[in-house]
């Protein structure tokens, strides 16, 4: 099937430090992407979006980076926390014509070290 | 108020059986998805309703019948339930359109098939 992204990797990292959350895409013709957080026993929740004519935007702690030209995206979590241990997806819009078809990335875990 | 929900957040059944999960949204949105989560955490489309009209169909097996009442809900029926169904099933809506096409997901629905 379509997919995006690597296995699922885990990412520990100590509490404080900053994270750095890696998906590679494999259409060239994606126009928008998001972050989403998948917490244990819950649905994914958004982070952060970005749009192909940006290379970078930055939230409340997290930063997103798009590299178009080797299909590649990151999410940057500053003074990582406890609260931000979760599966964290990539997304990336494959709709045309106003829709939306999102293809998931497989995910990475991030573990908190307290 | 709970923006998308389903019911049931879990279900256990035999092989063969036919089981349903339901989703409504009250945030208003045009659009509604369902996605499976399998056991790596990979999420995928399954199908995508769009004011009552399906939009998006997965080449998922025609064991699965989505159906949309009305644009708030989007409902998920599934015949003759095989093992390889266990999964946890999310549905999500977005607003689509020039929006920037967030989806929103339920807190899912696991399915394990016996």
């Known amino acids: 099937g379509e997919s995006v992204g690597l296995h699922l990797p885990t990412l520990s990292v100590q509490e404080g430090d900053n994270s750095i959350i890696n998906c590679a895409y494999s259409?060239?013709?994606?126009?928008?992407f998001i972050w989403y957080k998948q917490e244990s026993g819950k649905g994914p929740q958004f982070i952060i979006d970005i749009r192909s004519n940006m290379d970078k935007r930055q939230g409340q702690r997290v930063t997103v980076l798009l590299n178009k030209t080797v299909k590649h995206l990151s999410l940057q979590i500053a003074a990582t926390q406890p609260g931000d241990s979760a599966v964290y997806f990539c997304?990336?819009?494959?709709?045309?014509?106003?829709?939306?078809?999102?293809?998931f990335g497989t995910g990475t875990r991030l573990k908190v070290l307290a | 108020d709970t923006a998308v929900s389903q019911t049931p957040k879990y279900l256990v059944t035999q092989m063969g059986n036919d089981k349903s999960i339901k989703c409504e949204q009250n945030l208003g949105h045009d659009t509604m998805y369902w996605y499976k989560q399998d056991s790596k955490k990979f999420l995928k489309i399954m199908f995508s309703y769009n004011n009552k009209e399906l939009i998006i169909n997965e080449t998922v097996p025609n064991r699965f019948s989505p159906k949309s009442p009305d644009k708030a809900h989007l409902n998920l029926h599934i015949n003759s339930l095989e093992l390889g169904d266990s999964a946890v099933y999310f549905c999500a809506s977005s607003q689509g359109g020039l929006s920037t096409g967030e989806l929103f997901f339920g807190e899912g629905s696991r399915l394990t098939v016996l």
């Open positions: 259409n060239s013709a994606s126009d928008y």
């Open positions: 997304a990336e819009n494959r709709g045309t014509s106003g829709t939306y078809k999102y293809i």
